[in-house]
């Protein structure tokens, strides 16, 4: 948990909270480059990351009234911003256009999956998304990449050829990045889990 804001913030939140876009300028100075560059890792587009950290100044001001000047700014602006970036991801689910433009955070997104599957809470998306998959196909990805398994020996042990291990292998990634693009809820959950 944070402490609490320094007396220097304090004192610029409370002359915000009263409406003084001064104080306003100089906490909007002070936090920008941070936000933004944690937007860029979310979203990986710097002009989206922008905008987003736009949006989240203005929600800023136009919620001014509610701020809590005992408690560091940055985790307030870094919830607006998840909720913005959130919103943004919703929209992906259901415009095109918004998918593809975050197809490469759905990329990048997808490269910690092995690497969060230890945490209770990311297994069980995880598993959701292997549920989805074709019997066989989702056993040969648990095998491999999971279970750590070598293609060959997975491969002895089901009888089948390394060049079908690896073709199931990459078509079970395809399938988790699909299924990503289509649900970036889930997308969402794993990047915040990785940029705290």
């Not at 941070?34 to 990986?44: D, S």
């Not at 066989?136 to 279970?147: G, S, V």
Request: neutral net charge; charged residues 25%; glycine residues 2%.
């Amino acid at each position: 948990m944070s402490g609490p804001a320094s007396s220097s913030e304090r004192d610029l939140l409370i002359q915000l909270k009263a409406g003084n876009q001064a104080a306003f300028e100089q906490l909007y100075h002070a936090h920008k480059q941070n936000l933004i560059g944690h937007l860029i890792r979310l979203l990986k587009s710097p002009d989206l990351a922008r905008e987003v950290a736009q949006d989240t100044f203005l929600a800023l001001w136009e919620n001014r009234e509610q701020l809590l000047v005992d408690q560091p700014l940055k985790p307030y602006l870094f919830k607006i911003a998840s909720n913005q970036t959130f919103n943004i991801f919703k929209k992906a689910s259901h415009d095109e256009k918004y998918r593809n433009y975050l197809y490469q955070a759905i990329e990048d997104g997808y490269e910690h999956i092995e690497s969060l599957i230890n945490e209770k809470e990311k297994k069980e998306v995880l598993q959701q998304i292997l549920e989805k998959m074709p019997s066989r196909q989702r056993d040969i990805f648990q095998r491999c990449k999971l279970d750590g398994q070598a293609y060959k020996e997975v491969a002895a042990e089901l009888n089948i050829s390394v060049h079908t291990v690896h073709t199931q292998v990459k078509r079970a990634n395809q399938f988790i990045k699909d299924y990503l693009a289509k649900h970036p809820e889930l997308l969402l959950f794993l990047l915040f889990s990785v940029y705290p």
